[in-house]
């Protein structure tokens, strides 16, 4: 594929991010987005919500923003054993994030807000993107270095 559609299509997966995060309110079930963006959240009192559809909400946009992230990565390297590896890495975060955020939700105290608010959103941005797109690029410039010499 030439530069310049990997470049457009990734672009479009970058506008495609960008528009689940301006529509958040309207797409997924959370609010817990109100609580920590309008009130003071260290002394407040978390709002009654159900439990297990904001842990189900919050799995499904972790989803819908790795299978993007992956997508993004699968473009702009065209490389199945980075796909493979970077699939790996969104699951193993899950697993452990999910967990600690799941074990947050049920359990929560005062002082444990701040803790939830950075689980939650390592889970709902598409925060991981940001260290493998270099970490990649890197891992692919030095193995390209190292055949040449």
Do not use: C, Q, W
Request: net charge positive; proline share 3%; hydrophobic share 55%.
């Amino acid at each position: 594929m030439k530069t310049r559609y990997r470049i457009f299509f990734i672009g479009i997966l970058v506008v495609v991010l960008a528009a689940i995060r301006y529509y958040e309110s309207i797409i997924f079930y959370d609010p817990l987005i109100d609580f920590f963006k309008y009130s003071d959240y260290l002394r407040d009192r978390l709002p009654d919500f159900d439990h297990s559809l904001l842990i189900l909400n919050t799995f499904f946009r972790y989803t819908l923003n790795s299978l993007i992230s992956i997508a993004i990565l699968a473009i702009a390297f065209i490389d199945r054993n980075i796909v493979k590896f970077a699939t790996v890495l969104f699951l193993l975060l899950l697993v452990l994030a999910g967990s600690v955020f799941t074990y947050l939700v049920f359990t929560i105290e005062n002082e444990h807000f701040l803790a939830l608010f950075y689980v939650r959103r390592f889970l709902i941005h598409p925060i991981f993107i940001l260290v493998l797109l270099p970490a990649f690029y890197y891992y692919r410039m030095n193995n390209h270095a190292k055949k040449s010499v």
